[in-house]
């Protein structure tokens, strides 16, 4: 759909010009996750292709008018003095300012990522009304990113137990393949950017092209050919052992790799007459590795007898830590059933087998695109502070007696650093050059551009 911001917002905003107080002039508000069950800390990512795809295209005669005619029919207030000002004296770019913290950064939660003013007096409604737009375009990533960076953590440790490539492995231990698990392209394109900071392991392009345009990455994530049920069921069960051969012949090459699905009919009988029987000497002879993939059974218990039959056909070392690695020319994915709690048990299994997470890598599809929403990490924007003729703040906030936990922020919010943690503050509070919410974004200017590679070293710093 065709970007109007005027109508990227709830309906009831558009009434929201008559509700502020006369003497409002400025005001300001913030957005953050709150205190939640899921994570202490979350990634934060998602402003600046919002900045740029949104803000970053100024509103035309047409965008008001379309607005103007859908308000009216809709049965809402539609404030068309305040749109055309928005156009006619700053050229469609609307007059605010965004101050955020670096992306990429693990920020505590309860504490501001964002803050946004109205740069024009006139039109004290306009940093609310961008809420909608602004705090989607920032919880989705950011819970995406913050969810596939546990899954990193666990990972991490799993290889810190019993690997002896930590570095050279962990990038692509978690492989994305939820782009047919989204419910857009656009969730797809953000959701794949924002796995791809903790990640290198990628089938959503969507993603790929997400972390090229907005933030400039060369070529942040990688894949390999691979099966699916389609191509080696077309062959027949008769001709499975002809099906996986091709796949052998098709994809060889120096360090070449190759993923099959290997579950069509028998899982066992694949691994110990085809893989391990009839090809085992070609799957031997091969410059690259073949990565056997399990899609159906336990999700734990299934990949670990896998890996175990691979052991005993195949064979492989004893790494430095007493670990058992498969010979090169082979490995398991394990993408079915994935999920925080199915990879901390299957790491945990695999290390207690007394083999090295080397062995293994893992798959998420829409577990990790799709089963997130705003309330996730709690997401939430709230105004704290207005301005008033005489240039002085007045706070402002919430404090429901029924949910204290909804509580808002009172105040223009500063972020400083103390002790190596963020924290909030009140900004009059502060010496303001510690702040760091620094302005990002205004009157359609982009002050700050982070590079993927940026945002890639600041999550894991």
């Not at 379309?66 to 050229?91: K, M, S, T, Y």
């Not at 656009?186 to 796995?195: D, I």
């Amino acid at each position: 759909m065709a970007n109007n911001i005027i109508l990227s917002t709830d309906s009831y905003k558009h009434s929201h010009f008559l509700q502020y107080p006369p003497e409002a002039r400025v005001i300001s508000a913030y957005g953050e996750s709150r205190i939640n069950n899921f994570a202490d800390e979350v990634l934060f990512l998602g402003l600046q292709p919002f900045l740029i795809n949104y803000l970053g295209k100024p509103l035309s005669q047409a965008d008001i008018d379309e607005a103007a005619e859908l308000c009216a029919a809709h049965g809402v207030p539609f404030n068309r003095e305040g749109w055309q000002a928005v156009l006619d004296d700053h050229g469609g770019y609307l007059p605010i300012e965004i101050s955020a913290l670096e992306e990429g950064r693990m920020v505590p939660t309860s504490v501001p990522l964002f803050q946004v003013v109205n740069t024009d007096p006139r039109m004290p409604w306009l940093t609310t009304f961008v809420e909608t737009a602004l705090l989607r375009a920032i919880w989705y990533p950011t819970t995406v990113g913050t969810l596939s960076r546990k899954c990193k953590s666990i990972i991490a440790a799993g290889l810190e137990r019993t690997s002896d490539d930590v570095a050279g492995q962990l990038p692509f231990k978690l492989h994305d393949f939820g782009a047919r698990g989204v419910s857009s392209g656009e969730s797809a394109a953000l959701g794949g950017m924002a796995h791809l900071v903790n990640f290198s392991g990628t089938d959503t392009l969507e993603g790929i092209l997400a972390a090229r345009r907005y933030y400039s990455a060369d070529m942040p994530g990688f894949s390999i050919p691979a099966a699916e049920h389609s191509t080696m069921t077309s062959w027949g069960r008769v001709r499975e052992e002809a099906a996986y051969e091709n796949m052998l012949d098709s994809f060889e090459g120096e360090n070449a790799l190759v993923a099959v699905v290997s579950d069509s009919y028998d899982l066992d009988h694949a691994v110990e007459s085809i893989w391990g029987g009839s090809l085992r000497e070609k799957v031997l002879s091969r410059k690259g590795t073949l990565v056997v993939r399990p899609d159906s059974g336990d999700p734990v218990e299934t990949p670990l007898r896998t890996l175990q039959k691979l052991w005993d056909i195949f064979g492989g070392q004893t790494n430095g830590k007493g670990f058992k690695v498969l010979d090169p020319h082979v490995r398991v994915i394990q993408g079915d059933g994935m999920n925080v709690e199915s990879i901390a048990r299957l790491v945990q299994a695999v290390g207690d087998a007394g083999f090295a997470v080397d062995n293994i890598a893992f798959g998420m599809g829409g577990g990790l695109l799709q089963l997130v929403n705003r309330d996730t990490l709690r997401f939430a924007m709230k105004a704290n502070a207005m301005q008033v003729e005489d240039g002085s703040w007045h706070d402002v906030s919430k404090k429901p007696a029924t949910d204290p936990s909804k509580a808002s922020k009172a105040g223009r919010q500063a972020v400083v650093e103390e002790g190596g943690r963020l924290l909030a503050k009140k900004l009059d509070d502060i010496d303001p050059a510690l702040d760091q919410l620094k302005p990002v974004w205004r009157n359609g200017e982009l002050l700050v551009r982070h590079s993927f590679d940026e945002v890639r070293a600041r999550s894991w710093s």
